[in-house]
């Protein structure tokens, strides 16, 4: 018993490997992008993105608590609304965990290829007009192979690499706010009322938290969730996890736009305004500028570490999330299989690593790459709140370690929010990312047709509201306003308008579209809490 603990993820470890995750990229870029497409305001933008994804956290949280299971997000939705909706729920968050590695280790590289460096510069053949070259995909498949190895081997070493590269990524970006707060802040820059720190509008800061990589770079609460079945007493520490872990990354977030905003040169604000801030690597050219050349090697150095780290984070979130895909019926049973002396899913690990490949091929950047994983994430989060109220309805007596009264607010709210954002990701993403996740519908068929025994009745019935709501979607970024890529038959912001009202519907519909029964596997897993 003794030796099976030692395997086991502690607090500490579990909130250094959630902040392994959420520290990645995204602090690399989304500051940056965030000023060029809302100026000052995009402070704002991190701010609502945290309010949305710490709502939807939430939500996850409750159910974390009452199922403590290895890639238990692909999950959830099947223990309310059945196998369809389940795998609907679970390829599309799959799909983004997936991407999610690639799309840090082609962050590695495109940093790699800007060192300024005169012995760096056979780097710089690694990206080509924005994308990835061939020379550069050949080190991108090397980081995603190193970042499976390291999984590969146990949850022990993973845990004790996440834990020494998750201190560095902290402490470099707070030495960063305090370095460019010290050394070149400008409060001008902020503005002087509403239209100058507004400077193009309410609505781009809307877009800024969904195109910038802000909803994206919040995104890895999860990984506390997925990794459940492997924390000690995880009833607890689940809740005390993701908590932990998202108010720290909100705040480091927050304080790196303040910095990055009054670092700014004003002069270069007052000729080219806020759309011509145009860095390629944001925080160590502002570093260079301020003659801070010890930051700047710091910068690029961590432009390799966090990214790889969170790379190797997400190897353990996705191969979990796939194994846990495999034991619906729906796809191949050895995915699934652990590796017996680690308990690690390691045909998962490389399946992923396959598809991962093949995902860097076809999206060949990063921001290509990041507006796939938050259009499919935000997707597979609808489901979220609808299960946790529709689980209460259903299974009143089942375990809960963490049940807030608010619950009966946040879930709607939290719905709303989330289709808000998918639309913010903008036509066409919406279309396309709906598209990548209807490919999963065949090997579903495929499964269900041969080896079920299922009511197609009742199954549409328990998911027809998802499938509903995408087309809904779709439509509306269509004929939505023009800020958000649509054909502006709908302005802004009326067309939020209509989002929040049919959003709210289709919540109500879904809530109503619960099994009669909660599937039995929840109880089974539920039963663990009770027998502790």
Not at 205 to 220: K, L, P, T
């Amino acid at each position: 018993m003794e030796k099976l603990k030692q395997h086991k993820i502690t607090l500490f470890s579990g909130v250094m490997l959630a902040l392994n995750s959420l520290i990645g990229s995204g602090w690399l870029f989304g500051a940056g992008t965030a000023a060029k497409v809302a100026g000052p305001a995009a402070i704002i933008s991190w701010i609502i993105g945290a309010v949305i994804i710490i709502s939807i956290a939430l939500t996850y949280v409750e159910l974390g608590a009452m199922f403590p299971e290895s890639g238990g997000m692909s999950r959830y939705a099947q223990y309310s609304h059945g196998p369809l909706l389940g795998f609907i729920a679970a390829w599309a968050n799959w799909i983004s965990l997936i991407t999610l590695v690639p799309m840090e280790a082609v962050a590695s590289v495109q940093y790699m290829s800007s060192w300024p460096w005169s012995w760096a510069n056979w780097t710089h053949h690694f990206i080509s007009g924005g994308n990835i070259t061939f020379l550069g995909m050949l080190v991108v498949f090397l980081f995603m192979v190193i970042f499976t190895l390291i999984n590969f081997w146990s949850v022990k070493l993973m845990t004790r690499f996440t834990n020494l590269i998750s201190v560095f990524k902290i402490l470099l970006p707070t030495l960063t706010v305090i370095m460019l707060i010290v050394s070149g802040f400008h409060p001008i820059n902020f503005g002087h009322n509403v239209q100058t720190f507004m400077p193009y509008g309410s609505r781009s800061i809307f877009e800024a938290a969904a195109v910038s990589g802000i909803i994206m770079s919040y995104d890895a609460f999860q990984t506390i969730i997925n990794m459940g079945g492997e924390m000690v007493n995880p009833h607890k520490n689940i809740v005390r996890g993701v908590l932990i872990s998202m108010l720290i990354t909100a705040a480091i977030y927050i304080m790196l736009q303040v910095a990055f905003i009054g670092a700014i040169d004003p002069a270069s604000l007052a000729k080219n305004g806020w759309h011509g801030v145009n860095f390629a690597s944001p925080f160590a050219d502002i570093a260079i500028l301020l003659s801070l050349n010890w930051l700047a090697i710091l910068l690029y150095m961590d432009a390799f570490v966090s990214p790889f780290g969170t790379g190797v984070a997400f190897v353990a979130t996705a191969s979990r999330a796939l194994a846990a895909m495999t034991h619906t019926g729906h796809l191949p049973k050895w995915l699934g299989r652990l590796e017996r002396r680690y308990m690690i899913p390691r045909f998962a690990m490389v399946a992923d690593l396959i598809l991962a490949t093949i995902l860097v091929n076809v999206f060949r950047n990063w921001s290509l790459l990041a507006t796939v994983i938050t259009g499919s994430t935000l997707i597979a989060y609808l489901t979220g709140p609808v299960t946790v109220i529709s689980l209460r309805k259903m299974a009143p007596n089942l375990e809960r370690p963490f049940a807030p009264h608010y619950m009966k607010w946040l879930a709607p709210f939290a719905f709303v929010v989330t289709g808000l954002a998918i639309y913010w990701t903008m036509w066409p993403t919406t279309v396309q990312v709906i598209f990548v996740i209807a490919l999963g519908l065949p090997i579903y068929l495929y499964y269900e047709c041969r080896y079920q025994k299922t009511n197609w009745h009742q199954q549409l019935k328990n998911s027809a509201w998802l499938i509903c709501y995408m087309i809904f979607i779709s439509v509306i970024s269509y004929v939505g306003s023009e800020g958000f890529g649509g054909q502006n038959w709908v302005p802004y912001p009326f067309d939020f308008v209509i989002i929040i009202v049919v959003s709210l519907l289709f919540y109500f519909w879904a809530i109503h579209s619960r099994m009669p029964q909660v599937d039995p596997a929840a109880e089974k897993v539920n039963n663990r809490l009770k027998e502790k």
